[in-house]
């Protein structure tokens, strides 16, 4: 079975920083791209960044220059560093690990950005 837990989420000023931590089951983490997805409420959950098994990168234009997402294949666990945060990145962030076109889903966390 496999296990996608987040980790990080919580209350931030604008201008302020998170980071948010991903850890997948050992035995997808290897082969999986991972990425980090958002949803705001009454809207649909987006795309945030993408990391490939290789370690290609893609970011949404929303957040190219603040986000920054890594991974740490020993520990089996991705990072989405959030800098420069605004009100707009306040949503439930989501991690997904994906395989063959299977999805594997954490149970997300919250980021709100507020002064």
């Known amino acids: 079975q496999v296990r996608v837990v987040e980790s990080g989420g919580g209350l931030v000023q604008p201008g302020g920083s998170l980071r948010l931590s991903c850890i997948a089951s050992?035995?997808?983490?290897?082969?999986?791209?991972m990425g980090w997805y958002r949803q705001a409420p009454g809207k649909e959950r987006e795309l945030v960044s993408v990391?490939?098994?290789?370690?290609?990168?893609t970011y949404a234009n929303s957040v190219k220059g603040r986000f920054t997402i890594s991974r740490d294949n020993a520990k089996f666990t991705v990072y989405l560093q959030m800098n420069s945060l605004k009100p707009e990145d306040t949503a439930v962030y989501y991690c997904?690990?994906?395989?063959?076109?299977?999805?594997?889903w954490g149970q997300g966390t919250q980021v709100t950005v507020s002064s």
């Open positions: 050992g035995s997808i983490f290897s082969v999986a791209a």
């Open positions: 990391i490939s098994s290789g370690g290609k990168t």
């Open positions: 997904s690990a994906e395989r063959s076109g299977l999805y594997y």
